[in-house]
């Protein structure tokens, strides 16, 4: 098993930057692919980034991609997601999410999830 808690999220005006952390505990680092998934008030969960165990590989979603980067930090055990240009449309609740199987595209149910970071970004 792997424990994941989250920090970084907080409330910013359009066009700044976050980075969200989140911290992992338990099994090998390097054995589990890591991500980020966000839920938009009144909406499901979406995969925003995800990065392999190794680091080789990355996903990005189609609204992020060029603001958002995803990396991993396997002697800390800890993964990012360094957002910049922040949109009101960002406003989420942001999860990190683990699984030992991702098959590097959009479409994963990891099985494991932090609690959330809330991201709020005012126009």
């Known amino acids: 098993q792997v424990q994941l808690v989250e920090s970084g999220g907080g409330s910013v005006q359009a066009g700044d930057s976050l980075r969200l952390s989140c911290a992992a505990s338990?099994?090998?680092?390097?054995?589990?692919?890591m991500g980020w998934f966000r839920q938009a008030p009144g909406k499901g969960r979406d995969l925003v980034a995800a990065?392999?165990?190794?680091?080789?590989?990355?996903y990005y979603a189609d609204s992020v991609k060029g603001r958002f980067t995803i990396s991993r930090d396997n002697a800390k055990n800890t993964v990012y997601l360094q957002m910049n240009s922040l949109k009101p449309e960002d406003t989420a609740v942001y999860f990190c999410?683990?699984?030992?199987?991702w098959g590097y595209g959009s479409y994963w149910y990891p099985g494991y999830w932090g609690q959330g970071t809330p991201v709020t970004v005012s126009s």
């Open positions: 999410v683990a699984d030992t199987f």
């Open positions: 338990g099994r090998t680092f390097t054995s589990y692919a």
């Open positions: 990065i392999s165990r190794s680091g080789g590989n990355e």
